[in-house]
């Protein structure tokens, strides 16, 4: 719950009509977990990616770093399962 009431978390993907998804359950801890780190090619977005990076190393967090070809679309999906397989967190950075 949100302060004001239930969290609505948009897709902004172009759906013509919204899927409900329910959120999946944090994660209690990152221990033994692989971390996805995925930049979607906007500029800037590998610094902040680069400086997270370097904060969950320094608390023996396995990373591994995936990259969109272009922020303008969905990632592949073959991304997408490469990133679902082989981690079970991801973090998608975007910045300007």
Do not use: H, N, W, Y
């Not at 969290?7 to 959120?23: F, H, I, K, Q």
């Not at 370097?54 to 990133?83: C, H, M, N, S, Y």
Request: aromatic share 4%; glycine share 8%.
């Amino acid at each position: 719950m949100g302060v004001d009431g239930p969290r609505v978390v948009l897709d902004p993907t172009g759906e013509r009509a919204p899927a409900r998804r329910e959120r999946l359950p944090r994660l209690a801890s990152l221990e033994g977990v692989r971390v996805g780190l995925l930049d979607i090619s906007k500029p800037r977005g590998d610094l902040f990616l680069d400086r997270l990076e370097t904060r969950l190393r320094e608390r023996g967090v396995e990373v591994q770093r995936f990259r969109k070809p272009t922020f303008t679309k969905p990632a592949p999906v073959d991304l997408r399962q490469e990133i679902a397989t082989r981690c079970g967190a991801v973090i998608e950075a975007l910045a300007d």
